[in-house]
């Protein structure tokens, strides 16, 4: 059946026939699913890199749920994003050069073009030329290069998020991208559940977050807060960025922002609106499984700031507020640790949840994501999956 040249993927792949561009319903995970062991569905648009590191004819190598993935950057044109094994012996295409359209892998110098198709191998005469390699749909925006791991044939009709306010000009937006130890699911939970300042008490003083209300969907889950210092100093990048909020005696005093995080499956976002209802602070969240077992996750994170009325006043806080979130983010990164590391050695999620936000979290997060191992990008050799495969039955 195969001829000489046509190689297999190492595909740990789905189940698949044919190359039909019909998009298949998604499969999601039965209620009650231990939450830690629900994959990310792949059918969304995920960041996996900053535009920045994908250099203009260069490459750039990721991992999206333990598949490696080569982003390839020509001097002319988009990025695009192809499996990052070279068909002929594995070895990794962001390991190769770029020229033009085509990256070229650096053993024996197969070429491969945007499309995934092999379209030059050197030494190869006038034989016909061997099988290609898997691409993903891959775009742009916000300074953030993204894949749509699952079924290409969703790519065009799966709403493309909205990146915060890293866009309009009046914000200031800080990117951060950090890596942690835990599934994704965590840091939902994290950022959602604001009962946990006493984890920062350090760093924000004493903190009271009062519940305000919740909103939710079929995609979404939202709560409102506001905060209450009841004790301790109002660090410094906070106070220049919300403005005071003891009064001078120094007694518990409610806040005027309004804090709203929401998970809209998979992003999240933090808002914070002063008390004219303005928005102060736009925080964009992705959380990316690296690793076929998803408990490793990578962030991105686009942090945007309005930008106050003395124009030179951001520049002179930015370093402040970078150090401040990133302390507060270490605390965060700690626990969800933490808690990963007891799942492992527990064997299982044993939470008792009795906040109701977290437990509609939680629910969504399970209704919204897939069986384990379905969560894996699909590495079939898109040529070589023409061919029913032989152990492949009874598939309509
Ligand atoms: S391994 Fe890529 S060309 Fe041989
Ligand atoms: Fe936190």
Redesign the pocket.
Known sequence: MSDTLSVQTEAPARDRTTTTTTAEPTVHAAPGTDLRTVDADPDFWYPVAWSSQVRKGKTFGVRYAGVPIALVRPEEGSVFALYDR??????P?SK?TVNGQTV???????AFGRSGRCID?PYLGKGKLPNGVRTYPCREAGGLVFIFPGDPAKADTVPFPKLGSVDNPAYKTKNFSPRVGCHYTFMHENLMDMNHQFLHRRQMGQIKARFLGQDKGENFIEARYSFMRSAGQQPLAERLIFGKHKDLNGAEHPVEEVVTIRTTYPYQTLQIRDKDGDLIMDLWTSYVPVDKEQRVTQSFGLLSVLRPQTPLLIDLIWPALGWFTNRIFLEDKDIVELEQQAWNEQGGDRNVEIFPVVKALRELLTRCGVPAGKGMPDTTNPDTAATPAPVATGAA
């Open positions: 070279c068909p002929h012996r594995q070895v295409l190769g070229r892998c650096c053993y024996h110098g197969w191998v």
